[in-house]
């Protein structure tokens, strides 16, 4: 099942340059997108939403971006701070459900 | 801030035995949630839990297990006979009211580990 797709399992980022991760779906069904930041030996920590009638939201440092007909998001971070080294997944849910679908995650190293 | 709560955080089991993992949502939410990761893979949904009732679960969700909320504050996942290939995270979460837009809070997970 690759419904969320997050296919880069690893990215590295100097402190202050601009951090883009990127998630692919398939379902057209999914009206709702949510990136979750987990570190080691925590739960997945909720970051940033966006609906699917939007193609934009920013929160702070954290913007994320949908592309609905090329089904694709990004989240972008700027600046990169060693802070937000942490593993990011993509998830994704259509209003009729509860479920979320995730995708594999990145891992996120920013370097001093 | 309020935020859920797993026990234990480690569980070894033997294959074929009986396990319990026990979780404490938040406190005012009323949609409880088991997902589980295995090592190295993705986060999976298992189960959502409202008004006492499954409202949604998936494939993985099959007769060996099973969730109740015993009382007010705990919510509970058993699985029934564990194998091998259920050794993963399990991850609890709840959220305020039904959708996926509602934020769902995670615990910070149980590790299964099947013997």
């Known amino acids: 099942d690759q419904q969320v797709k997050q296919n880069s399992p690893s990215l590295s980022v100097q402190e202050g340059r601009i951090s883009i991760l990127n998630c692919d779906y398939t379902?057209?069904?999914?009206?709702?997108f949510l990136w979750y930041k987990k570190y080691p030996a925590e739960g997945p920590t909720f970051l940033i939403s966006?609906?699917?009638?939007?193609d934009k939201n920013e929160d702070g440092r954290f913007t994320v971006f949908l592309n609905k007909s090329a089904k694709h998001l990004s989240l972008h971070i700027v600046p990169s701070q060693p802070g937000d080294s942490a593993v990011y997944f993509c998830a994704a849910s259509h209003n009729a459900g509860n479920m979320l679908t995730f995708g594999g995650g990145t891992r996120l190293m920013v370097k001093p | 801030e309020p935020e859920v709560t797993q026990t234990p955080s480690h569980q070894v089991t033997q294959m074929g035995q009986e396990v319990i993992l026990r979780c404490v949502p938040i406190s005012n939410h009323l949609y409880f949630y088991w997902y589980r990761q295995i090592l190295g893979q993705k986060v999976e949904f298992l189960v959502s839990?409202?008004?006492?009732?499954?409202?949604?679960k998936s494939e993985i969700f099959d007769d060996q297990f099973s969730v109740e909320r015993p009382d007010g504050s705990n919510f509970t996942l058993k699985i029934r006979s564990t194998k091998l290939e259920d050794s993963a995270m399990y991850f609890c979460?709840?959220?305020?009211?039904?959708?996926?837009?509602?934020?769902?809070?995670f615990g910070p997970g149980t590790r299964l580990t099947v013997l």
């Open positions: 979460a709840s959220s305020e009211a039904a959708g996926g837009y509602n934020e769902q809070f």
């Open positions: 379902n057209s069904m999914f009206d709702y």
């Open positions: 966006i609906s699917s009638i939007k």
């Open positions: 839990f409202y008004n006492n009732e499954i409202s949604e």
